[in-house]
C-alpha cells in the first residue's frame, strides 16, 4: 500500500524538491504552504507521516505540532533552519520522532522518512489484533485479556478505564499524546480532562510498584502538551 506523506512547508522550492525525491522513491506526496490547512485536511484523514517547517507564515511549527498532537500520534518529521539545540529539543519533547536541519539533502528526507516509518508500523502492532501481547521494561500487557504482568511476574489489577488507557499508551510509544487524545482513545466516565489526569496518575503508581519511589516513570508528563511513555514496546501474537 502507498504511504501518504505530507509537507508543510512555505517555501515552494523546498517544498517541490522534497514531494518529488520522495514520489521518485514511491511515495505519495500532499503539499501545504502553512499549518491551518493541513490541521484541516487531517481532520478529514490522515497521511503516514508529516514533514514539517518550524516556520511557517501562520503559525510556528512547535505550535503546530502541538495542535497536531491534539488530534492523531502522527509521525512527524521537524525540518528547519534554526540549529539552536534547544528547538531540536523541544521539538522532540513534544513528541516529534525526528529533526532535519536545513540544509539537507533531499535523499536523507527520504531515508529519515523511511526509518521513522518503520519505527512507527514495529511499535503499535496490537490494533485490530485481540491476541497480541506488549513486552516493555520487563513488564507484560495481553490486549486480549486486558491483563497487565509486573516484572516479577505477579499480576498487577488494572481497571477497565486503566486498561484501554495502557493500550493506548502502548500503541504509541514514546510519543506525547495530549489529554483530548487520550479521552477520545481511551474513554472517560466524563467529559473534563482532569478525569484522565487522575487516571493517568493511577497507572503510573501501578507502573512504579512498591519499593520503586526512585525508579524514573514510566509514564511522563510533557507540561503543556501531554503524556509520553518512554520506552520503546515490543508487540507479538500471543
Not at 518529521?77 to 533531499?106: T, Y
Not at 500487557?141 to 499508551?169: K, S
Amino acid at each position: 500500500m502507498t504511504k501518504t506523506i505530507a509537507i508543510v512547508e512555505d517555501e515552494r522550492p523546498i517544498a517541490e524538491m522534497i514531494a518529488r525525491t520522495l514520489e521518485e522513491h514511491g511515495f505519495k506526496v500532499e503539499c501545504y504552504g502553512a499549518g491551518e490547512p493541513f490541521l484541516a485536511a487531517l481532520q478529514r484523514k490522515a497521511p503516514s507521516l508529516c514533514v514539517m517547517d518550524l516556520g511557517l507564515p501562520d503559525m510556528d511549527g512547535i505550535g503546530l505540532l502541538q495542535r497536531i498532537r491534539e488530534i492523531a500520534p502522527l509521525p512527524v518529521i521537524i525540518l528547519s533552519a534554526r540549529q539552536h539545540p534547544s528547538d531540536r529539543i523541544v521539538g522532540l519533547e513534544l513528541g516529534a520522532d525526528d529533526f532535519v536541519i536545513k540544509p539537507f539533502d533531499p535523499r536523507e528526507v527520504v531515508a529519515r522518512v523511511r526509518s521513522v516509518l518503520r519505527r512507527a508500523e514495529a511499535g503499535p502492532r496490537s490494533p485490530g489484533r485481540a491476541v497480541a501481547v506488549a513486552h516493555f521494561a520487563g513488564w507484560r500487557f495481553d490486549a486480549g485479556a486486558l491483563a497487565l504482568t509486573a516484572p516479577d511476574g505477579n499480576p498487577v489489577e488494572l481497571g477497565a478505564g486503566e486498561a484501554r488507557l495502557m493500550q493506548t499508551f502502548l500503541e504509541a510509544p514514546q510519543r506525547v499524546l495530549s489529554r483530548d487524545f487520550l479521552l477520545t482513545k481511551a474513554g472517560s466516565e466524563d467529559s473534563f480532562d482532569r478525569s484522565i489526569d487522575v487516571r493517568v496518575s493511577r497507572l503510573r503508581k501501578k507502573l512504579q510498584g512498591a519499593g520503586d519511589a526512585d525508579r524514573k516513570p514510566l509514564i511522563r508528563t510533557v507540561y503543556g502538551a501531554g503524556y509520553l511513555l518512554t520506552c520503546p514496546v515490543v508487540w507479538e501474537e500471543a
